[in-house]
């Protein structure tokens, strides 16, 4: 298709084809230019094995962990010498797709068979590898930019603490308890596992920080992050534009030192799941969509009214970013934005979000990645009684947006009525 159109070049966005290295060749072999790592840097990241070798090749830490391993017999060899609780995670690929948390060697068997099934689904391929699972830590990522003349920079940390099922929720700028000593190393480490690597164009490199301060390597997201503009608000840069820059061949308009980092900035995922249920995946129609806007608030959104959300992709509906001159002012812009933001038709995470952002936790900076099963066990009758009133107003907007659309769709079709009835309800 990008042949036949005339296309120069193929930007993958942030799904999966922008880190399958066989479509990134595939790509190259076509003509074309792909916007991101060619497919020898995504193979060489892409498997986490050798990922963890080449981060140890240039004396960045890495939790204790294995090569790809044999057989569920060898798994539980393995996690008896590491001790438990273990990781149990795809060679593959990353995002936190087929991972397992394993506590107890009796539940390693039925992980086993979750995390193989996962694995081939999303990377197709089965193997896995065990890591030293490091308990209530935080999620911390470092954006990185390298030109295909030698220069590499890092951009600045995002805290990404705030996840379900090993997946984000939440992610902000800067990390509220990272200091300038840390958010350097953390920087300097990701650059010299892209330079070892022979990066180009934009990646991520993913680390565990403990509560003293010593940080463990995780990943590198060989791609554009979904998470992307918080950087952009605080540096000013546009990250897609520089990709699309890099791609062209053209050199990194800045040096490390002309990097500039003004204010905080927070992220929202909206995801089509009900956080009172555990985060169980949600489908329907949506039968309306308010969006906020105002002062430092962007979204990126793919919502519509009448839009039918399926259960078999990822649950990402709406990205909610909010910009302010501090963490204060920012949280205080995404409070007010989540409250504009009206959803109905289907649960989703709003209710999660509007009550995190007053969360005790959240405020002072002092959670980690246990932050969510801490909250699903704190009573649901505050987030029920807010999810009531959200609830009635939306279902008068969605009702009354109902009746202005009589007038071109006929109430009187099977399918008018559904929708009416599912707004309603």
């Not at 993958?12 to 020898?40: I, R, T």
């Not at 000013?236 to 003004?262: K, M, N, Y």
């Not at 990205?319 to 109905?344: C, Q, S, T």
């Not at 107003?393 to 599912?422: G, Y």
Request: glycine share 10%.
């Amino acid at each position: 298709m990008a042949k036949r159109s005339g296309c120069e070049a193929i930007h993958p966005g942030y799904g999966f084809l922008s880190e399958n290295a066989d479509f990134a060749q595939a790509v190259v072999d076509a003509g074309l230019v792909f916007v991101g790592p060619p497919a020898s840097v995504q193979r060489a990241l892409g498997e986490k094995t050798a990922a963890r070798r080449l981060a140890q090749s240039v004396d960045v830490p890495v939790a204790l962990g294995t090569e790809p391993l044999r057989d569920l017999a060898a798994a539980h060899e393995a996690a008896g010498k590491i001790g438990y609780p273990v990781l149990l995670k795809p060679a593959g690929g990353g995002g936190g797709k087929g991972m397992r948390t394993v506590r107890r060697e009796e539940d390693l068997d039925a992980a086993w068979q979750g995390a193989t099934g996962e694995a081939t689904t999303a990377f197709g391929q089965a193997a896995l590898y065990l890591e030293q699972a490091i308990m209530s830590a935080r999620h911390v990522e470092m954006q990185i930019l390298a030109d295909g003349h030698g220069s590499v920079v890092w951009l600045g940390e995002r805290d990404c603490s705030v996840q379900r099922r090993h997946q984000k929720l939440i992610e902000e700028t800067p990390g509220p308890w990272v200091d300038e000593r840390l958010r350097e190393q953390l920087g300097e480490a990701a650059v010299r596992i892209a330079k070892k690597a022979g990066y180009r164009n934009a990646g991520t490199v993913e680390f565990l920080v403990d509560h003293g301060g010593r940080f463990y390597f995780l990943e590198v997201n060989t791609r554009l992050q979904v998470e992307h503009p918080v950087t952009e608000m605080v540096t000013g840069l546009d990250l897609v534009a520089l990709q699309l820059a890099i791609a062209a061949g053209e050199p990194l308009p800045f040096a490390q030192a002309d990097i500039v980092r003004r204010g905080a900035a927070v992220e929202c995922r909206i995801t089509a799941e009900d956080p009172a249920a555990g985060f169980l995946p949600a489908s329907g129609v949506i039968a309306l969509v308010r969006e906020p806007a105002g002062p430092g608030i962007r979204v990126d959104s793919a919502l519509f009214t009448g839009m039918t959300v399926a259960t078999e992709y990822d649950p990402l509906l709406a990205k909610v970013i909010a910009h302010g001159r501090d963490r204060v002012e920012a949280i205080a812009r995404m409070r007010r934005a989540l409250e504009e933001m009206r959803i109905a038709g289907i649960p989703t995470s709003l209710p999660f979000h509007r009550s995190t952002l007053f969360h005790q936790l959240f405020i002072t900076g002092r959670y980690d990645t246990t932050f969510v099963a801490q909250w699903e066990h704190r009573t649901l009758d505050e987030l029920a009684d807010g999810a009531v009133s959200a609830a009635a107003l939306a279902a008068v907007l969605a009702s009354r947006a109902l009746s202005e659309h009589r007038a071109v769709t006929p109430v009187d079709q099977p399918w008018a009525r559904s929708a009416r009835e599912d707004a309603l309800r």
